[in-house]
């Protein structure tokens, strides 16, 4: 009983943050600050958007400064990119998200050890790719497909 009062009390609680971000004046003015560019636009939102909004001025409420700067040059960044690269990385994200956690576990594992290789590893690896035809690529994305298939296979 007590776990599912504790789930009950956690829906109540995200409940309360939706209601709460319904209305533009439901905002502390701390997140009305960080929002203003939104004030007029607010009430056509929908509830979910409105609510992310609100999550997300909290969230940048409770950051330190250096956190704020690299956000903002990350956003920066993302500004300069083509349509096409962001809708790719957007798609990547959505396959990416689509993992299971080990799936994901294990290529987080890829990156820290391609980033703990000296540069001159890298390069080496890089250039091993780039030696691979089209047809070589294709054939290893091929392989790594079937084996992600057959790992599913197993688990299901």
Do not use: I
Request: aromatic share 8%.
């Amino acid at each position: 009983m007590k776990r599912f009062s504790g789930f009950f009390g956690l829906v109540l609680f995200a409940m309360s943050l939706q209601a709460n971000a319904q209305e533009w004046t439901a905002l502390s003015d701390d997140q009305r600050e960080v929002l203003a560019q939104y004030e007029s636009d607010w009430e056509s939102f929908s509830d979910e958007r409105r609510s992310r909004l609100a999550l997300g001025a909290e969230r940048w409420l409770s950051m330190e400064p250096a956190q704020r700067e690299q956000v903002r040059a990350r956003f920066d960044r993302w500004q300069q990119l083509t349509p096409e690269r962001r809708a790719a990385l957007l798609e990547r994200l959505r396959q990416f998200r689509e993992l299971t956690p080990e799936q994901r576990d294990r290529l987080r594992t890829r990156l820290r050890n391609v980033q703990r290789m000296t540069p001159a590893q890298r390069d080496a690896l890089r250039e091993r790719f780039r030696a691979l035809s089209p047809e070589q690529r294709e054939a290893a994305l091929q392989r790594m497909r079937e084996r992600a298939r057959e790992r599913r296979q197993r688990r299901d």
